[in-house]
């Protein structure tokens, strides 16, 4: 984690991270109602078991 992220994460009063591993699944298409397609990337943590999702758009 940068200097920057570590200042702002306290200055937000959030909790410090629990790992820093963290696997990536880039562009995972998502079907609208419409019939188009979106790209999403979803973030998980390594070894911490089921996590909540957090949803960013």
Excluded: C, F, W
Excluded at 29 to 43: F, I, N
Aim: aromatic share 2%; net charge neutral; charged share 25%.
């Amino acid at each position: 984690m940068s200097i920057a992220a570590r200042v702002l994460a306290k200055r937000a009063k959030l909790a410090p991270a629990e790992t820093e591993n963290v696997t990536i699944d880039k562009d995972l298409p998502v079907p609208m109602p419409d019939g188009v397609v979106l790209l999403a990337d979803h973030y998980a943590p390594q070894g911490l078991g089921d996590r909540p999702t957090v949803l960013i758009r």
